[in-house]
T-cell receptor, first 115, second 115 residues
Framework: EADIYQTPRYLVIGTGKKITLECSQT?????MYWYQQDPGMELHLIHY???????EKGDLSSESTVSRIRTEHFPLTLESARPSHTSQYLC??????????????FGAGSRLTVL | AQKVTQAQTEISVVEKEDVTLDCVYE???????LFWYKQPPSGELVFLIR??????QNEISGRYSWNFQKSTSSFNFTITASQVVDSAVYFC????????????FGKGTMLLVSP
């Protein structure tokens, strides 16, 4: 049973639309992450957060933005979607208090297709 | 900088064969964590194991075993008597021990187990 929820699971939209991918976790985890997974399977960290009001950019530059107003919620927004944004987006979380915890719990992913 | 290399992009085996997934890493840290995650067709990554760099003992869990060799910077994963349900993408990952560390993933190895 999932403790981290992503919606929508699948989304097909037209170019130029604004979209928000939702991610919520019920574990009280401090740290949350967004990964982009390309068709070649590789995972790229695009955003992460250490806690409320904390957001950081990841290793891969992304046109998306994130917010962390509540501990359990870490939404990702694309203001104007383009075909290059077509990808699988994976949300993850982990407890932040322990150094090196990093045992991530992942959501099932949101597969975005931009036409 | 940290780097994880999974040289095998795809491996195909027949059920009941043993299979080893290779993982080689690079890091300047003297202490670090190594991980393996499994991504079944359903999409979410599932944590399999975390190993501290201090602990070079091999580990066995059912049909799974892990061989950590610090001298060769390798953390290989063996599945004994593979089953169709083992078909998935497997990711090796590395992180520092700081609470601010993020995971560096390899590109993944797709394992296909046929009946």
């Amino acid at each position: 049973e999932a403790d981290i929820y992503q919606t929508p699971r699948y989304l097909v939209i037209g170019t130029g639309k604004k979209i928000t991918l939702e991610c919520s976790q019920t574990m009280g985890h401090d740290k949350m992450y967004w990964y982009q997974q390309d068709p070649g399977m590789e995972l790229h960290l695009i955003h992460y957060s250490y806690g409320v009001n904390s957001t950081e950019k990841g290793d891969l530059s992304s046109e998306s933005t994130v917010s962390r107003i509540r501990t359990e919620h870490f939404p990702l927004t694309l203001e104007s979607a383009r075909p290059s944004h077509t990808s699988q987006y994976l949300c993850a979380s982990t407890q932040g208090r322990m150094a090196g915890a990093n045992v991530l719990t992942f959501g099932a992913g949101s597969r975005l297709t931009v036409l | 900088a940290q780097k994880v290399t999974q040289a095998q992009t795809e491996i195909s085996v027949v059920e009941k064969e043993d299979v080893t997934l290779d993982c080689v890493y690079e890091t300047r840290d003297t202490t670090y964590y190594l991980f393996w995650y499994k991504q079944p067709p359903s999409g979410e990554l599932v944590f399999l194991i975390r190993r501290n760099s201090f602990d070079e003992q091999n580990e066995i869990s059912g049909r799974y075993s892990w061989n950590f060799q610090k001298s060769t910077s390798s953390f290989n994963f063996t599945i004994t008597a593979s089953q169709v349900v083992d078909s998935a993408v497997y990711f090796c990952a590395l992180s520092g021990v700081s609470g601010y560390s993020t995971l560096t993933f390899g590109k993944g190895t797709m394992l296909l187990v046929s009946p």
